[in-house]
């Protein structure tokens, strides 16, 4: 038998639909393919393979899946970790409208590369991420040899971009970057949200979709108490309802969050085949309310609804890992409702082949099975950390972090090994950020520093504020409170 890569006497768990586990495994890969995942032979060492790799003292694993993200702002990790909610808030959306206007376009490059270059070193393989000008973000994660959903978010009611432009964007970027890199990149379609857009761009988003059909529609819903008001406000009962009459209510859809989601809303989404990217950290870290419902995943999963991990804004809450994700999402659970929500390997299938479904390529990536693309992950396991190594499913989500990655392998192609990242060169793209921070810092009123970090003042926030359709927004929102308490 022959192979490229031969991976042997590690090791395996594969997260099939038995979650089959090794003891002591072989993974065989060609042709950027698995071709055999079972027990070690005692000659698998001298398999006629291309590069051999001894898997002793390492854990065999589907790259990792993050089901939701934004990338852009990733080099000002840090610099949002200790304002209060508001001050974040109105910070993040000055920037982001800078963004919209063609601004910063230096920083936003530097973010996709150093975003890059942690989630490929922390054993992600794939991402789907909503952005403002997502064009840097295909390249960069393609040249990187990772897979990744790309779209442009599309909102009438956050910025102050015409909606006209903003779709002629998403037009272009679809056209030139949809199934590019040997099908690794893949364009999506971004309404932003169900606060933040008006029926009229439901509806041209709904045109848009009917154009590409083989798109999916990346969304946030169900994440704020605003989404049904909003929903009202726009002609229609609810959210669900909202989408289900402008026709996006359907399997290409992936909702972000789904915090408040109801039992008749996990019924219309079952029913729809849609699809829920749970992001645990987010809401843990800036949670307004204490009282607010929790997104109920567990009865998401019963009702056969796929259900991914997303790590959402990672520089809101300074984490690349989507192992803490895992390990969040149960802790959260359990404190909200009561212990046993997980068992381990349910977190881990979220992780990977629950993440794969939600993003409609369940049957390319996300399992170690023969046929499937080869996106392949080796944790070092030979550690005081994972000793006794017991329970492997509870390690991954309990104990597993980035740091533990050793090796990367996507599409057949190794892009780390050894700890080594062989596709970026890690030194010039952290000079790259530190650069585009610094010019940052001096356009702009941010101090940026070692202990911390201090945003422009309440009065320079407000300047630099979108203001047409925040302004729409908040009206609409004030208006449909007055309809729901006096109907008329």
């Known amino acids: 038998m022959t192979a490229d890569i031969a991976i042997h006497d590690a090791y395996v768990l594969t997260v099939d639909d038995r979650n089959r586990l090794y003891e002591r495994g072989t993974v065989l890969i060609e042709d950027g393919r698995i071709t055999d995942v079972r027990s070690s032979r005692n000659d698998d060492a001298n398999i006629a393979a291309a590069r051999v790799i001894d898997g002793e003292g390492t854990l065999v694993m589907p790259g990792l899946v993050n089901a939701h993200t934004h990338l852009e702002l990733t080099p000002l990790i840090g610099a949002f970790s200790d304002l209060d909610l508001m001050e974040m808030m109105s910070g993040m959306t000055a920037i982001f409208g800078h963004i919209a206007e063609g601004e910063y376009d230096y920083l936003t490059k530097a973010g996709y590369e150093?975003?890059?270059?942690?989630?490929?070193a922390g054993g992600v393989t794939t991402v789907n991420s909503m952005d403002v000008r997502p064009s840097a973000g295909a390249e960069t994660f393609g040249e990187a040899g990772l897979r990744g959903f790309f779209g442009m978010a599309l909102s009438d009611l956050f910025w102050d971009v015409p909606a006209d432009e903003q779709f002629a964007r998403a037009r272009r970027f679809i056209d030139e970057y949809h199934d590019t890199y040997d099908g690794r990149i893949r364009a999506t379609i971004n309404p932003h949200d169900d606060w933040s857009c008006t029926r009229e761009l439901w509806e041209r988003t709904a045109d848009l979709a009917a154009?590409?059909?083989?798109?999916?529609?990346?969304?946030?819903?169900?994440?704020?108490?605003?989404?049904?008001?909003m929903a009202r406000s726009n002609g229609a009962e609810d959210s669900l309802n909202l989408l289900d009459d402008v026709g996006l209510l359907d399997d290409r859809l992936v909702a972000a969050h789904f915090r408040l989601a109801d039992d008749e809303d996990i019924r219309r989404t079952a029913d729809a085949d849609a699809s829920v990217a749970h992001c645990p950290s987010i809401f843990c870290y800036w949670n307004t309310d204490g009282d607010v419902q929790w997104t109920p995943v567990p009865e998401l999963r019963e009702a056969g609804i796929d259900v991914g991990l997303g790590i959402d804004d990672h520089y809101w809450h300074d984490s690349y890992s989507m192992f803490g994700e895992a390990r969040q999402a149960r802790l959260a659970a359990n404190l909200k409702r009561s212990a046993g929500q997980y068992d381990s390997m349910e977190l881990v299938r979220m992780l990977t082949t629950e993440g794969a479904e939600a993003l409609g390529v369940g049957d390319?990536?996300?399992?170690?099975?023969?046929?499937?693309?080869?996106?392949?992950?080796?944790?070092?396991?030979?550690?005081?950390?994972?000793?006794?190594?017991?329970?492997?499913?509870?390690?991954?989500?309990?104990?597993?972090?980035p740091a533990d990655v050793e090796t990367v392998i996507v599409d057949g192609d190794v892009l780390m090994q050894d700890g080594e990242v062989k596709t970026m060169d890690a030194e010039a793209v952290c000079n790259r950020v530190k650069t585009a921070v610094d010019r940052f810092e001096?356009?702009?009123?941010?101090?940026?520093?070692?202990?911390?970090?201090?945003?422009?003042?309440?009065?320079?926030?407000?300047?630099?504020?979108?203001?047409?359709?925040?302004?729409?927004?908040?009206?609409?929102?004030?208006?449909?409170?007055?309809r729901d308490r006096f109907p008329f």
Not at 114 to 120: P, W
Not at 211 to 229: F, G
Not at 451 to 471: F, H, M, N, Q, Y
């Open 114 to 120: 150093l975003a890059a270059l942690n989630f490929l």
């Open 211 to 229: 154009e590409y059909p083989d798109l999916l529609v990346h969304t946030h819903l169900l994440e704020l108490e605003e989404s049904n008001k």
């Open 364 to 401: 390319e990536i996300g399992s170690l099975e023969p046929g499937k693309r080869a996106d392949v992950i080796l944790l070092d396991v030979d550690k005081p950390k994972f000793t006794p190594l017991t329970n492997i499913p509870a390690q991954i989500a309990n104990n597993a972090a």
């Open 442 to 482: 001096s356009e702009t009123d941010w101090e940026l520093g070692i202990g911390g970090s201090e945003p422009p003042g309440a009065t320079d926030v407000a300047r630099d504020l979108p203001k047409r359709g925040p302004a729409q927004l908040l009206g609409r929102l004030a208006f449909q409170s007055v």
